[in-house]
Antibody, heavy 125, light 107 residues
Framework: QVQLVESGGGVVQPGRSLRLSCAASGFAFSSYAVHWVRQAPGKGLEWVTVISYDGTKKDYADSVKGRFTISRDNSKNTLYLQMNSLRTEDTAIYYC??????????????????WGQGTLVTVSS | DIQMTQSPSSLSASVGDRVTITCRASQSISSYLNWYQQKPGKAPKLLIYATSSLQSGVPSRFSGSGSGTDFTLTISSLQREDFATYYCQQSYSTPYTFGQGTKLEIK
């Protein structure tokens, strides 16, 4: 079945780095854009970043721009999130999510499905 | 950035009730609006995309409507498994912002 599985979370000190992975299976990974979304403990969802199906286009939330880098390896069906200069406010569960596209108005309709189970990143001294 | 505001933030209801959750965008997003359901300790699950299209496998008691800046998610007859937190999300432009969530609790 279509599945995304995140890994790489853990406890890290402020200012340090961490790399998350998201392994995809059950679908043609190289045909889909993929996103990272995070959720701080007890809080709502925050969109973080997206990468196009071929890795040529990337976009970031202002809160992570210049510190986080999204990438993918389509030969390994894997998405990555390199997180540098981590801050306490980056503490969250990080989810990867596949972007589905359908229909058209002025722009294509997009939605996130499925999501991975998430991996917890804790930034603390 | 487009701000998404949901109301109410929390809601108590009983099994069998009809429930409506509202989502308002800070600017027009046409019909680029999705709804997700999240249960404690679980990842969000897609319910409705493009304002009113029901995701495969989602019960027909869920429906969505709206356009422009004002949108609603309606559950026609609450079931026990519907008690969860619901989020709207705009997909008009990045950053693809979410509403703050509506926690639906059992009365």
């Amino acid at each position: 079945q279509v599945q995304l599985v995140e890994s790489g979370g853990g406890v890290v000190q402020p200012g340090r780095s961490l790399r998350l992975s998201c392994a995809a299976s059950g679908f043609a990974f190289s045909s889909y854009a993929v996103h990272w979304v995070r959720q701080a403990p007890g809080k709502g969802l925050e969109w973080v970043t997206v990468i196009s199906y071929d890795g040529t286009k990337k976009d970031y939330a202002d809160s992570v721009k210049g510190r986080f880098t999204i990438s993918r390896d389509n030969s390994k069906n894997t998405l990555y999130l390199q997180m540098n200069s981590l801050r306490t406010e980056d503490t969250a569960i990080y989810y990867c999510a596949r972007e589905a596209v359908g229909g058209y108005d002025a722009l294509p309709y997009k939605w996130f499905d499925p999501w991975g189970q998430g991996t917890l990143v804790t930034v603390s001294s | 950035d487009i701000q998404m505001t949901q109301s109410p933030s929390s809601l108590s209801a009983s099994v069998g009730d009809r429930v409506t959750i509202t989502c308002r965008a800070s600017q027009s997003i046409s019909s680029y609006l999705n709804w997700y359901q999240q249960k404690p300790g679980k990842a969000p699950k897609l319910l409705i995309y493009a304002t009113s299209s029901l995701q495969s496998g989602v019960p027909s008691r869920f429906s969505g409507s709206g356009s422009g800046t004002d949108f609603t998610l309606t559950i026609s007859s609450l079931q026990r498994e519907d008690f969860a937190t619901y989020y709207c999300q705009q997909s008009y432009s990045t950053p693809y912002t979410f509403g703050q969530g509506t926690k639906l609790e059992i009365k």
